[in-house]
Structures are given as structure tokens and as C-alpha cells.
């Protein structure tokens, strides 16, 4: 353990791995089953006090514990954690727990026929749509990027904890002043004891030795809390890494009794302030974060859970995501509600390495119950959550729940559902006790601090409602959902964008890692049943054929179903950077996938780097380039998120494809801090001087004087380009910062160049899918765990996938 009932069964060889081919169709009879996981254990006479708990920090979901034949627990909530006292059915010696999962489809089926009504869980891959009702992760039952694979398990770890006197169960910060001077902190501790103790508590940092306090309590047998204050001189704040240093305080708590050490906690905080901005203004409704007094641009993506197992997830893989977060210059995770809250290993991580985190309850999509017995699960779901995660300094918004809102105001759910009037007052009404009164309730009561950082339900402007434009933040689904062109992001910048994508497959070297040659049909069976989205692979092929005029074949589908997401989202951030301040936030969907197929993620499942994450990287950098072609006029602007001004060189030129100088134009300017500015304008006629514009591309440079950064811009439309063979060459080399791919291209302007290595293992080069200009040549770092050789290595650039035309 930790494990699943489908994991568990896969790593015996009891079934066929569900990712491979069509196999997760022939898995649905495991939902349907009851499933008991046993285990024998031995405790010595000395582990075997009068408190002994057994923790189990995550139960998917219905469950029945069982010690030594004796039911000590009745679970009904994943996202909860259990604490158990069980000194009095451990034995000294053999034990024996037992876990009996029950049928989740089962037990919400009853629920259903009890109520008579059946839930708007349109994404619910069922006809039953019963996953409503239960607390486990809600894409277990499918998603339009998921299968149906609905497990059962231990789902975190499960210990015994031996408390001979007494332990530190929590310890919580209320920063009641900070400044640049100095910081007054709070600590708020929980004490559970088992007797009537006279101790010391001793609070350390270790590593500001000149920060402390000991104070004197008294215990009393039970639950009790013991608040603390210090100072602070000159504190070191916590920031977002882009914006400075995410600095965390180690402290360390103490509690001494009679004469020896009788429990200890540690923690680490980050001090720093947070304020969500969300009121009226004269553009509609602000919406904006500000760190330490600071307005922040938010740049990211939504996280979806990360794999369908999420007991597969180790350390190495959370790092690796936040290592490709980092890389790709996010500053911000959205956890989105149809999944589940992560472990303490990605909060850690977020603190670390200074990411912040908007955090959805987990509800999505549809309505919920709203009894007693519904509301007080919940209920004690969200003040375990909340209790858990508040010390998080990552921490940036408690978000109520992910597009139910939307769903009341524009899906038509009584029309679908069959709901009465009377039925849906009742739907609605329970929504509002949930996410306007319990919820909101909670959050003050365990999370004060925070109180301020809570929204009930995103998006707050609805892009099927044009009236709500400027309300807070927006999903804007118009271009995937509503067959809109990528232009429709320009015109539809809302004041944060919270979701906005469009789908890709994976690369061919993920792609051989689920299917068979026989596969390798977009139409097949097999790539059908790994695009779970009903018309996608039909919207992906009309969206290539538009903007690229040719309908390919496999495996160039797959490349050029890349290249338009990353050149559709890029407009998009372009367009959300350019409104700062109207647009304080660009968060696409979706960073990941939680299996390997066709979705709307910028990293596939094994972890491969799409052309979008790639473009993300380019889009999200502090100091941007963006040229805005209306017409026949040009306007180059140039974006600053930094904290001071920036004083840059700008060169602007326009060149051949075969690399002849036609423009140039030079200039040195100052970029204000956390600001953008029209830095160049031409007209096309000017720049392109007697050549042919399909000839020809704009290449912007600037240089920081520590950085070079470059950008391309074409003056017509993919199919117009008179594209040529690039002959491109390419060279290994060892330099001083490690092993480098070096190409160049011979004779032509090469587009959109994907260099990959043919084999299985995953490799994200530092960069790709970028422009080659003839005389330019472009180094790129191969990973430093890696070994190729140049036998391995595959390049490819648009001109091989517009020869099918």
C-alpha cells in the first residue's frame, strides 16, 4: 500500500493494463464488485500503550475496517483522513486488518432509487450518472479527456502511531503584521494529551537561530490549544519565484515533560500577504491577486490529477511537474475540481519553489445533494482540507467549485434532466446551502485569514452569456466548444482567464506506447477510444485543414495537431498579457493528462513536452515580444512582468526565407516595471520593400544584456507561405554546459522544427518546434540524464507535413 483494486490487479497480472489499446473496456465489472485487502501485522509489548491510532490518510471510499475481527471504522469520504484510537483491540503480538471496499456504483445506485432523481453528471460515462453522491475523485466515472475507470482502494498511506503522552497535532499561523521591517506572528497550536501534563513548549527556526520562544502550559487530558506569539525583525518574505525569492522559515516545536522530550512537530511558513481582488469597477468586476502589496499577472495552466491511479504518483513525478512548471515560467496551478486534493509531497513543493495554488473544492460540473447526511460529510471534508492545507503559503484561493454556475445558467439542465420547477428550485437551493453558506462557513471558522481568498463558483462571466463580459474570470470555451477561430481570443479577453484550450494528440513516440501499427488510423478503433471527446479528432482535423490547407497522414496529424494548439493558445496569452491590467491572468487548459491520449494538455501522460508547452515556455517568459498585424500596419510590443524597469535593445528585420536582408531598424528602450509598451511600428509595404510578403518573416530581437530573446512573425496565413526544403543539418556536440544538438538550415527557412529521439525513453530537449533561419544556426540542450547518439535523433519541420497537400 498505498494501492487500488485496478492497479493492484494489473501489477499481478490479473488483467491487461488498461491503457494499452481498448483494454479499459473490458474493466467495468471491477466497479461492480466488493473488494477486502487484509494484512497481518506484529506490535511488541512496549508499541502496544494505552493510545495507539490507526491513521488512514486516504480510503476510496466505501469502507468497512475491521481489526482483529472487530469494525473500528465505517469510511464514506476519500478526500478525508481517518484517526482511529485502537489500543483497545491491538493485540502484543499477530494482528490482523481488514479493509473491505464496497461496490461504489452500488451504493449510489441506492441512493438514487431512494431519491428518485437523477443528478446533471453529464460527463458521468453511465446512463445511471450516479457519481454525484459519493466523495471520490469525480473523473473516475470519465471525463471528456478520461475512461471510465472507476477504482476502489487504499488510496494513501495507513500506520500505526504509538502517542505515549501527548502530540502536536497542529500548528497554524496567523501573521497578524507584516512588513519590510518586521513581522508579528501567532502560532496556534493543537494539543492532543493523553493525561495532565505540566511542560514547556520550546518554538525554534532552524535556520534563523536569532528566532524563538518558550512558554509554559499546562495540559489537560483531551484536545486543547495553546497560541504563542513572536517577532520577527526584518523578515525574509515569501514571493513567487518569478517575481523573488520563495523563502521559508523551518520551525520546530517542542514540548518538554518531565524532564525529557515528549512530542515534537516541524513545520515551515512562508511570510508573505495575499489579497484576491474581485469587486466592482469601472470595467465590470476586477479580478487580480496581489503578493505583499504587489499585483501579480498570473501565467499557468489548470493540473488535472495526474494519473488515473493516483497511488502511482512518487515524489520523482511531482517534481518532475513542477520542474516543467517552473521551466515553462507558470507562476500558478490551478487544482481543478473534478479531481482530487493533492498530497502534502505538491503543497511542499508549490512552497519550495514558490508556485501559487488556486484550489477548487473537489465538486465539478454538476449539482450535488444538499441532506443532512450529505452536508455533514462534506462538511467534514472541507474542515479536514482546509485544517491540512492552510499553512501553505503557495495557497491563493479557496475556489468553491468548477462551472456549476455555468451549468444552472446555460446548460439547459431542466430541459435535459426533466427536472419540475419545484425539482430544480430544490437542485439550486441545495447548491446555495453548500457553496454560499457551509462551505464559506468553514473556511472562517478554520482558514480566517483567508476568508477574503474564497470563490464560490468559477467562471464568474460566462462566455455563452456576452453580457457577463468583464464580470471577474471567465472559461472561454468559444473556440473549441464553440467552433470559433483562434482570433476569438483577441476579442474576448476577460478580466482573468481561468480555462481556455484546444486539443492535441500525443507525439508519435507516446503514441506507439499505447497502441499497435495497426493502430495508426485516426479513425481507428484504438485512437478513437483514447479521444474521449465525442467530435474531437473531427474538430482537430477541421481546424488543420483550415489553417494549413492539407488533411495528413498519421503521423503528421499528430505533429500538426501540436503546432495548432501551441500557435492558437499563443495567441490567446499574447492577447491576455497586452490587456494588463484589464486581464491580470492566463491559466490554459490543461498542464497534464491522466492517461495517454488525445486532450487538451500541453505535457502527455509519460511526461513528453508537447508543442504547446514548449510555446508556453516562449509566451510566458518575464520579458516578452508580441507583433500585432492589422492589416497592412504592424505595432511590435514588448511585455515587462518584472518588478523594475528594463532597459533593452530592439532590433526588428525582415528577412527572406533563403535569408536575404530587406529591413532593419534598431532602437534602445526603457520597459517599466509590470507593463507593456508599443515599442515599433511599420507598415507592410514599408518592411517588406518590393519583396513578396509570402516570402518573407519579421525577426524581433531583444537583448537584455544577459538574454537574448527572438521572435518570428509571418505576414499571411500558413497555406500562403512559399515554404521550401530547409536541408537541414544537425550535429552532437559536448560543450561546457553539457551535450548540445546544434542545427542549421542549409537553404531555407525551416518552420515549426520537432526534434525527437526515436525511442521509448522521454526526452524534453530546451527547446523545439521552433524557426530555423538560413545563417542562424540554433543550440539546443539535450537533458543531462539522457544518452543518444545521432542515429537516434528524428527532425522534422512544417514543410514535411504540407507536402501531403
Known amino acids: 500500500m498505498p494501492g487500488c483494486n485496478i492497479g493492484d490487479l494489473v501489477e499481478a497480472e490479473l488483467i491487461p493494463d488498461p491503457f494499452h489499446r481498448e483494454n479499459h473496456k473490458q474493466l467495468r465489472w471491477i466497479e461492480e464488485r466488493d473488494w477486502e485487502y487484509r494484512s497481518e501485522f506484529s506490535i511488541t509489548r512496549e508499541q502496544h500503550g494505552e493510545h495507539v491510532d490507526l491513521v488512514f490518510e486516504g480510503l476510496d471510499t466505501y469502507a468497512t475496517v475491521r481489526l482483529n475481527g472487530e469494525v473500528i471504522l465505517e469510511a464514506n469520504n476519500a478526500f478525508r483522513r481517518y484517526r482511529v484510537p485502537c489500543a483497545h483491540v491491538l493485540r502484543a503480538g499477530g494482528n490482523e486488518l481488514s479493509v473491505v471496499f464496497r461496490s461504489p456504483v452500488a451504493e449510489t445506485a441506492a441512493l ?14 453511465s446512463e445511471e450518472k450516479t457519481s454525484a453522491y459519493v466523495r471520490k475523485p469525480a473523473y473516475h466515472f470519465g471525463w471528456d479527456w478520461a475512461p471510465r475507470l472507476v477504482s476502489s482502494g487504499i488510496r494513501q498511506p495507513v500506520y500505526l502511531e504509538v502517542v505515549p503522552h501527548c502530540r502536536i497535532a497542529d500548528v497554524a499561523l496567523d501573521m497578524e503584521e507584516l512588513s519590510e521591517r518586521s513581522a508579528s506572528l501567532a502560532f496556534d497550536i ?19 537561530e536569532q528566532i ?24 525574509r518574505r515569501w514571493w513567487p519565484h518569478d517575481i523573488g525569492e520563495p523563502f521559508l522559515y523551518e520551525f520546530e516545536f517542542e514540548i518538554l515533560a518531565r524532564g525529557e522530550t515528549v512530542a515534537t512537530f516541524e513545520r515551515r511558513f512562508g511570510l508573505r500577504t495575499i489579497e484576491f481582488v474581485n469587486d466592482p469597477d469601472a470595467h465590470g468586476r476586477a479580478f487580480f491577486f496581489r503578493v505583499n502589496g504587489v499585483p501579480v499577472f498570473m501565467k499557468g495552466a489548470n493540473y488535472i490529477p495526474p494519473d488515473m491511479f493516483l497511488d502511482r504518483m512518487t ?22 475540481g473534478g479531481g482530487a486534493y493533492e498530497t502534502e509531497t505538491f503543497y511542499d513543493l508549490a512552497d519550495e519553489l514558490g508556485v501559487l ?23 467534514g471534508e472541507v474542515a479536514d482540507v482546509v485544517r491540512r492545507l492552510r499553512h501553505h503559503a503557495s495557497l491563493a484561493l479557496w475556489c468553491g467549485n468548477n462551472e456549476i454556475e455555468m451549468g444552472i445558467e446555460c446548460w439547459e439542465w431542466p430541459r435535459k434532466f426533466g427536472y419540475t420547477d419545484a425539482q430544480f ?42 453580457a457577463t463580459k468583464g464580470q471577474g474570470n471567465c472559461h472561454y470555451w468559444g473556440v473549441w466548444h464553440g467552433g470559433e477561430d483562434f482570433s476569438a481570443y483577441r476579442d474576448n479577453v476577460p478580466r482573468f482567464m481561468t480555462e481556455f484550450g484546444f486539443q492535441s494528440l500525443p507525439a508519435m513516440v507516446s503514441t506507439r506506447k499505447f497502441s499497435e501499427p495497426g493502430d495508426w488510423d485516426i479513425d481507428s478503433p484504438v485512437m478513437r477510444a483514447h479521444q474521449r471527446h465525442p467530435t474531437g479528432n473531427a474538430r482537430i482535423a477541421d481546424a488543420i485543414k483550415t489553417h494549413f490547407g492539407v488533411v495528413p497522414g498519421f503521423e503528421h496529424f499528430l505533429y500538426l495537431s501540436q503546432v495548432l494548439q501551441a500557435e492558437g493558445l499563443r495567441i490567446g496569452i499574447e492577447a491576455h498579457r497586452l490587456a494588463r491590467p484589464y486581464c491580470m491572468g492566463s491559466l490554459y487548459w490543461q498542464l497534464n493528462d491522466a492517461w495517454p491520449g488525445a486532450s487538451w494538455s500541453g505535457i502527455d501522460y509519460y511526461g513528453q513536452w508537447k508543442a504547446l508547452h514548449y510555446q508556453a515556455r516562449r509566451s510566458f517568459a518575464a520579458t516578452e515580444l508580441s507583433v500585432d498585424q492589422d492589416g497592412r500596419q504592424l505595432d511590435l510590443h514588448v511585455i515587462n512582468d518584472r518588478m523594475a524597469e528594463r532597459s533593452v535593445s530592439l532590433s526588428v528585420s525582415v528577412r527572406t526565407f533563403s535569408g536575404e536582408p530587406v529591413f532593419r531598424h534598431e532602437a534602445d528602450i526603457v520597459v517599466p516595471a509590470g507593463a507593456n509598451i508599443r515599442a515599433w511600428s511599420g507598415s507592410l509595404d514599408a518592411v517588406t520593400a518590393g519583396s513578396r510578403p509570402e516570402d518573407c518573416v519579421l525577426v524581433a530581437t531583444l537583448d537584455t544584456g544577459g538574454e537574448r530573446i527572438t521572435r518570428h512573425h509571418y505576414f499571411c496565413e500558413h497555406p500562403k507561405l512559399r515554404l521550401r526544403e530547409p536541408n537541414i543539418a544537425a550535429d552532437l ?10 542545427l542549421e538550415a542549409m537553404s531555407s527557412l525551416a518552420r515549426f522544427v520537432h526534434v525527437w529521439v526515436d525511442s521509448a525513453e522521454v526526452v524534453n530537449f530546451s527547446d523545439n518546434f521552433f524557426d530555423l533561419l538560413p545563417g542562424r ?3 539546443i540542450r539535450v537533458p543531462p540524464d539522457v544518452s543518444i547518439d545521432r542515429s537516434a535523433l528524428r527532425i522534422s519541420s512544417l514543410i514535411d507535413a504540407l507536402s501531403e497537400r
Open 425 to 466: 428550485l430544490a437542485l439550486t437551493s441545495g447548491y446555495e446551502r453548500l457553496f454560499l453558506d457551509v462551505i464559506p462557513a468553514l473556511i472562517e471558522a478554520h482558514d480566517p485569514a483567508r476568508s477574503d481568498c474564497y470563490l464560490a463558483s468559477s467562471p464568474q462571466s460566462m462566455w455563452e452569456r456576452p
Open 190 to 208: 493543537s494539543i492532543d494529551s493523553n493525561e495532565a501534563l505540566d511542560a514547556v513548549l520550546n518554538i525554534r527556526c532552524a535556520n534563523d
Open 212 to 235: 524563538g520562544e518558550s512558554v509554559a502550559v499546562a495540559l489537560q487530558p483531551g484536545g486543547g490549544h495553546v497560541r504563542v506569539r513572536l517577532d520577527v525583525d526584518r523578515p
Open 315 to 336: 515524489r520523482e513525478r511531482y517534481e518532475r511537474i513542477f520542474r516543467d512548471a517552473i521551466d515553462a515560467n507558470f507562476n500558478m496551478l490551478r487544482i481543478w
Open 112 to 125: 438514487r432509487d431512494r431519491d428518485g432523481i437523477v443528478y446533471p453528471a453529464e460527463n458521468d460515462d
Open 357 to 379: 495554488v488556486w484550489q477548487d473544492f473537489m465538486f465539478a460540473n454538476t449539482l450535488y445533494p444538499a441532506d443532512d447526511e450529505f452536508v455533514d460529510n462534506v462538511s
Open 777 to 779: 544556426p540554433v543550440e
Open 733 to 742: 556536440a559536448v560543450t561546457a554546459s553539457g551535450r548540445t544538438v546544434r
